[in-house]
């Protein structure tokens, strides 16, 4: 799979903010790639860059060969879905839909027909061509968003945020649906999310931001048993972070690794109760404080004394485990990752 | 028993709004039948009943200048109106800039201040210009407060505006020209012809601004007024009656105009 856009040290400041700082990206061929932080970390101003919405203050933006920084977005093979979606209100799905083909002079039987492919695609009823957006519900305008999006045949497709405002249900049934849209047109998407679950569910590769500046890039494997540092693993879910000093694992009073400085994370579920003569690599005495039911899994609040930890455990195991009681517990080494900061 | 006390409040109901309507509506017929009469003093009810009043404000020279001056004025002040308003508009609904509340109070000061002092610090400041007042100056004095209307008014109607949709349709491949045609100007479409409409009317009907700023040329409401006070006759109610025809002639014709273009929309959308 090639590279087909891709960003070198890209910069953008609105007055005293620095939006983006020195990003650098690649984006390949036909992936689901996501690019996750919390509001503010610059991945929406970063987004309307590969747009063509913005322009960078430095840096260049590559389409495969060519440069694109200063082509605008009407003339890039791209197109966006946006946040708050921004149907065009005074007209209908099907008008919505065909807005690029007319723009191009398409005539309109041609529009018509085209307009009805994809709304097939989304799965969007055909009655629904001459109604008006306002009275579609949510999941229906998010289709014809996506219908639009995809009638103008882009190359590539942004997505900014569409499900942020959507209620859980709907958002998890889109959410598969928009993978499996991504398999059966072979686009390349570019999303963006501030929800690493979101995230996790359908990119190919997640790009984290913090501060304007990309953290770390990888598959959503990677970023969560090997984030880069603290603020990854944090930013991806539940994790217990040691702090190593002396030789040490601080809090616990345990030899540390040799030579690991730095700190030391482990994702709850590598967290385990630990049987009459089972071995682990760090093992400690603790409380389980309180539970909290997950479902499919619980997850336990361990007191050791010090602090609090949380572990994972998975329904069917999670029988001999009581509040209040006092057991050994522990994980392995080869389940923690060590991070420099 | 409640359906008799309903339609008691029915009937309660629909002659309050007969009343609403007639207080409205009689000053306006007392004018009409007063220029049904030939006498110098208003008496009622008329010992003739004429319309000599009609025949000699149509036979008169003044009548069409009057009209003209007004007509020029309210159309200039509508069409200048309505292009500042609505760029205006568009910077408060499209930008946030530094200073834009601030600007907004400031452009509805005007509002404020007593419409006679305002045409006299105007006249005041032609004169220092060293220009000579005429219709111009009254129109450019009926801009000074009719602007910041039009632009209250079309920023109302562009109040839940998207403006993402100009950058969705720029993204879909629209031209800048193509974007202003299909999704800015339609959403302000409804706000201009509101926003016309108020400015034409408020210029058309406006006393104080005109009678300090349009210097030799008479308006409608400046000879009205002039000859109400001084040397009365009925050919001032029959003037005005003329004159509100006149008006109501354009609101018609705008009315028209837009559920045309409506229905035109309308067509382009079952195609």
Redesign the interface.
Known sequence: MGTILSTRAVSKRFGDVIALDDVSLEIREGEFFTIVGPSGSGKSTLLRIL???ETPAAGRVRLRDTDITDV????RP???V?Q?L???????VG?NIE??QK??GVP?HERREHALDMMRIVRLPESYY?RRVTHCSGGEQQRVALA??LA?DPEILFFDEPLSSIDYRLRKILEVEMKDLHRRTGKTFVYITHSLEEAMVMSDRIAIMKAGRIVQTGTPTDIYYRPANRFVAEFMGEVNVFELANGQIAELGIAAPTGATGYLAVRPEFLRKLNDGERADVRFPATVANDYMLGSRTHYHLDTGKRILVAEVAAGQAAEIIVGAKAEWGFDLSDAALLDE | MNGRAKSLFDSLQAAWLLLVLALLYIPMISVALASLSNTRYMLFPHRTWTTDAYADALASYTTGTLHLTSFRIAVLVMVLSVVLASFGALAFARFDWRGRRAFQRFLLLPLFFPQPVLGLALLVYFTALGITPSWQTAAFAHLVWIVPVVTLVISIRLYNYDVMQEDAAFDLGATRLQVLREVTLPALAPGIVSGALFAFLLSWSNLPLSVFTSGADTTLPEWLYSRTATNYSPMVPAIAVIATAVSALVVGAAAVGLSLARGRGGAKTAA
């Not at chain 1, 921004?86 to 209908?92: C, E, G, Q």
């Open positions: 747009a063509g919405l605008p977005a009407n003339r791209t197109c966006m946006f708050n921004a149907l065009f209100s005074h007209r209908t008008e807005f690029s723009m191009k309109p001459g639009r999006a103008s």
